[in-house]
């Protein structure tokens, strides 16, 4: 649904600086105060009756109305200082981010008026600093200021305006010349012409003409039960590398130092790089000392794809694809991943991967798709692979990635389950039961599934909604490998999970099942624990005559009763 329900929408216009409300001062543009006043007085910016009508505060202002929906009721809060946006910073959008934190209950939506130099990656620092946004948050300004005759200033103010209050489009956006993008999808490309934004890989969210059109399925839903988490602690130690030929390495080096974390690295074309052993070295030390590299292209058209050339191959583990995302998108996103505490490496390189907030277009999975034809399991994967588009589809693919992979480890199909990996690297693939796919194929005892899983990180100590682990799991299908695996995995039994194991063990001794008593042993389960009525397994055998497994228990170190020291 994007139209706004309700009569009124409140929106609160965050006025930063940007040429749309500079004046010529000797000779130069400046940012300058007072924009609320003079759009007080431009009819179609302020519908003075209707603010009267309503009883409206002197701050506020209400636009004509517009049919069909609801009237936009705005309040211009000016930033101290204004800004030409050159001079804006990661700070300054992180203040921008908690101003949207601090009123977001109080408006409908979010415009941001902002100078259009560096609005792209304002957009993109936006798009990571707030999560989980129910509201637009529309950026927009002008390459001509609004007092003079001819400017694009009113178009993209009132189009902004009214996308913010009559759409609910639950982004961070840019709104210029009739056009709404996703901001951390757009890069300025013209210095002059009104349309100086290009989202080069992903089609506007919406256009304004005599109607407006809203790409509904690219427009991102919000998740309705989560609240806006505000990320303030962006990594400031992120930069732009952009590689020319013939790049000597020693200035690579130098630009790759300390206190440097993370790098945009604009590569040639689809990802290539110049393939000098010197040049590689450095990569490869500044990998060593830990920092990130994202490999964008120079190219505004298409993905870095994986075949790149061999200098760069070589270099590969320390390097992760940027695919289709703009530098601008990257710089924010290493911004954002860095400042996230207490994360591993690897994690970090794994939510660059990943598609965060829309940034980028995770490619499909090729190199899986003829491999997966031989099941019909494979060929669901490989349709799910298939599938391109926005937000439905993504949720499409959510919903069924747990089902699906779940089948794949209750299959062993290790293709589908590896496919599957790639499109929920954090293997956060459970049911509805809490079940992960090392549950399935700890419960039946699939060996090559369990390592496939383990060495993917999956983890060890899942818990289902009956509080079972794999581990448990394994020691009841008796699946001797598979407790060994998960074990040196370092899963352990808990207190809860021993808590009736005496009375469990008596049984398996009564039974002479002597693999469940020895699946007992190796999971780490103390087999001298008693039963419910105080007897030992132990004792259990030697009262039942089952000989194999009193020879077990005491080979298994389990002493007598009566051997053992009185307290
Ligand atoms: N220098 C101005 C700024 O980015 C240019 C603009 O707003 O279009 O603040």
Redesign the pocket.
């Known amino acids: 649904m994007a139209r706004a329900p309700g009569s009124e929408r409140q929106l609160l216009v965050v006025y930063t ?4 409300g ?1 004046r010529s001062e000797r000779g130069v ?1 400046v ?1 300058s105060p007072g924009l609320a006043a003079v759009l007080r007085t431009l009819p179609t910016f302020h519908d003075a009756e209707c603010a009267r009508a309503l009883g409206l505060p002197d701050d506020t202002l209400v636009l004509p109305p517009a049919s069909p929906g609801p009237r936009v009721i705005y309040t211009v809060l000016q930033c101290q200082p204004l ?6 910073t990661i700070t300054e959008w992180v203040e921008i981010a908690q101003t949207i934190e601090r009123y977001y209950e109080q408006y409908h939506g979010f415009v941001v008026i ?6 792209a990656f304002a957009a993109s620092v936006l798009s990571f600093a707030l999560e989980n946004l129910h509201k637009p948050v529309i950026l927009t ?3 001509v200021p609004i007092y003079a005759l001819w400017s694009d200033s009113r178009e993209n103010l009132l189009g902004a305006l009214l996308m913010a209050g009559q759409y609910v489009i639950p982004e961070v956006c840019l709104f210029i010349q009739n056009q709404l993008f996703r901001g951390n999808r757009v890069t300025k490309v013209d210095t002059r012409r009104f349309g ?1 934004f290009s989202s080069p890989n992903l089609p506007p969210l919406a256009t304004m003409d005599a109607d407006v059109t809203v790409a509904q399925d690219l427009v991102r839903t919000a998740n309705g039960k989560d609240a806006l988490v505000v990320h303030s602690s962006m990594e400031r130690n992120v930069g732009i590398l952009r590689l020319y030929p013939g790049i000597p390495a020693s200035l690579v080096r130098a630009f790759l130092q300390p206190p440097l974390k993370g790098v945009v690295m604009e590569t040639f074309g689809s990802g290539n790089a110049p393939t000098k052993p010197d040049l590689l070295q450095e990569l490869q030390a500044a990998a060593e000392r830990g920092l990130i590299i994202v490999n964008c292209s120079h190219c505004l058209w298409g993905p870095v794809t994986p075949g790149y050339a061999s200098g760069l191959a070589e270099a590969g583990a320390s390097i992760v694809s940027g695919f289709d995302m703009t530098s601008e998108a990257a710089l924010a996103k290493l911004s954002f991943v860095l400042g996230q505490p207490g994360l591993s490496l690897g994690h970090r390189k794994k939510l660059l991967g990943k598609d965060l907030r829309g940034e980028m277009t995770v490619p499909v999975a090729d190199k899986h798709r003829s491999s997966l034809q031989g099941t019909v399991l494979g060929r669901s994967v490989a349709w799910l692979f298939g599938l391109s588009g926005g937000q439905e589809v993504a949720a499409l693919r959510d919903a069924m990635l747990p089902s699906l992979a779940l089948a794949a480890a209750h299959a062993s199909d290790l293709k589908a389950l590896q496919a599957l990996m790639e499109l929920d690297s954090d293997l956060c693939l459970e049911d509805c039961n809490g079940q992960t796919p090392l549950h399935v194929a700890a419960r039946r005892g699939q060996e090559g599934v369990v390592t496939m899983l383990l060495h993917r990180g999956a983890d060890v100590d899942a818990r289902d909604q009956d509080g079972l682990s794999p581990l448990l799991l394994a020691v009841r299908g008796r699946h001797q490998g598979t407790i060994g695996l998960l074990r040196m995995a370092g899963a352990c039994l808990t207190p809860q999970d021993l808590e009736d194991t005496g009375t469990e063990l008596c049984r398996l001794a009564s039974r002479a099942d002597t693999k469940g008593l020895q699946a007992w042993w190796q999971a780490g389960a103390d087999l001298e624990q008693p039963g419910y009525d105080g007897r030992s397994a132990l004792q259990v055998a030697e009262a039942a005559g089952n000989l194999e497994v009193v020879a077990l228990l005491r080979s298994l170190g389990v002493a007598s009763p009566e051997a053992l020291p009185s307290t």
Do not use: F
């Open positions: 600086g940007g040429t749309l500079m543009l940012p800004l030409d946006s050159s001079d804006m902002h100078g259009t130099d560096t609005m300004g002008a390459q100086a």
